[in-house]
């Protein structure tokens, strides 16, 4: 026997995002540079789409970079990105050739890899909007560092990591560094 879900129940399903404890931690955080460091599946890379998209609403006119490890990997997070920008129908477009999406009030979010053939994903970009690295802890440091440096000028740098934990690498360095602590 198969079982139906009753069509007024379909209505009642929101589908706006609820974001759970932890997330609603990291959105209210202020903090320029953000880590959610956290298991598979705890909602991390939706969590950082939802805020990456309120940035750059928040943000018009910027340039925005979602770094990832390769290109296959960004297949999922581009569903993610998609679902943030529902609410914000027809005011946004999607550039496969380029890989960006463009929203309305000029803000633009770039997709690049670190197994970029140029060695330099993020070559050309100034980085005025948001900086997201997903799956962070497969990211080389080479790619982490020439993206930091494309916001060296600029006013207020937002940085969002987001991975699962994967030992001692730049990710826990950066994590350390915004600890408080007697240093």
Known sequence: MVLQAHPQLLKAVPTEYVPWWAQRQFHRSRA???CIVAGRQSGKSHAA???VV???????GTCSLLLMPTYKSTK???AHIKRALEPLAGRWIWREFDKYFKLDNGATLYIRTADDKSGVPSRGLTIDGVLWVDEASFVPVQSWEAARATQA????????ITT???GKN??????????PGPK
Not at 55 to 60: E, L, S, V
Not at 153 to 160: C, E, F, G, R, S
Not at 170 to 179: A, D, H, I, P
């Open 32 to 34: 320029p540079v953000r």
């Open 153 to 160: 000028a600029v006013k207020a740098p937002l940085v969002v």
């Open 170 to 179: 730049w990710v826990y360095f950066e994590w350390l560094s915004g600890r």
């Open 54 to 60: 309120r940035i750059m609403c928040a943000r018009p």
């Open 49 to 51: 789409a939802e805020e």
């Open 164 to 166: 699962t934990p994967c």
């Open 76 to 78: 999922g997070i581009q």
